[in-house]
T-cell receptor, first 117, second 109 residues
Framework: EAGVTQFPSHSVIEKGQTVTLRCDPI?????LYWYRRVMGKEIKFLLH????????ESGMPNNRFLAERTGGTYSTLKVQPAELEDSGVYFC???????????????FGPGTRLTVL | GQQLNQSPQSMFIQEGEDVSMNCTSS?????WLWYKQDPGEGPVLLIA?????ELTSNGRLTAQFGTTRKDSFLNISASIPSDVGIYFC?????????FGQGTTLQVKP
């Protein structure tokens, strides 16, 4: 079974540009999460989709960030316009709503390292 | 908001030594989780704890869910070089995970 995949693995952009990150969750997982880790700090929650609906977007930093999950499959996270403080590693995770307790935990993708110059 | 304090921030140990790290919170969590992150990879779940006082092992790893539900610890016995990485604790009440700052572990052969 394929794990969570993220694209691109790295992105280097200039301040003011737009970047779109993509996440493909594990097939059949209804829950999809976005997290971000800024250098040396903790991994912070951004938002949570259940299928195509935003369940919790309390962690989104500001309105420069837009997340979508059309059709309830893959998700995109767009940053427009990017600022220096947006640099960090963006992780996507997915989980199932069925199965044993450990199977319902979140499985993480490898992350997208975003550098804003 | 909720925060987890994870310590130590980093450890540099000799192969074969035991390691202990812990997380504390001012808030109660229903679930405590321990993840490990290797360079260039995402966090991988090591152990999940669901009941206060629960002690769970996974090979050389042992973790406990504190009785107050505000803390957890992770022990690694007889460390080996592949234990190198960043270890994160995480607490959960609803869907989102609240992470600690991470413990960077380095093992000297």
């Amino acid at each position: 079974e394929a794990g969570v995949t993220q694209f691109p693995s790295h992105s280097v952009i200039e301040k003011g540009q737009t970047v779109t990150l993509r996440c493909d969750p594990i097939s059949g997982h209804d829950n999809l999460y976005w997290y971000r880790r800024v250098m040396g700090k903790e991994i912070k929650f951004l938002l949570h989709f259940v299928k195509e609906s935003k369940q919790d977007e309390s962690g989104m930093p500001n309105n420069r960030f837009l997340a979508e999950r059309t059709g309830g499959t893959y998700s995109t996270l767009k940053v427009q316009p990017a600022e220096l403080e947006d640099s960090g590693v963006y992780f996507c995770a997915s989980s199932s709503r069925s199965g044993g307790t450990s199977l319902r935990e979140q499985f993480f993708g490898p992350g997208t390292r975003l550098t804003v110059l | 908001g909720q925060q987890l304090n994870q310590s130590p921030q980093s450890m540099f140990i000799q192969e074969g030594e035991d390691v202990s790290m812990n997380c504390t919170s001012s808030s109660i969590f229903n679930t405590w989780l321990w993840y490990k992150q290797d360079p260039g990879e995402g966090p991988v779940l090591l152990i999940a704890l669901y009941k206060a006082g629960e002690l769970t092992s996974n090979g050389r790893l042992t973790a406990q869910f504190g009785t107050t539900r505000k803390d957890s610890f992770l022990n690694i016995s007889a460390s080996i070089p592949s234990d190198v990485g960043i270890y994160f604790c995480a607490g959960r009440n609803t869907g989102k995970l609240i992470f600690g700052q991470g413990t960077t572990l380095q093992v000297k052969p």
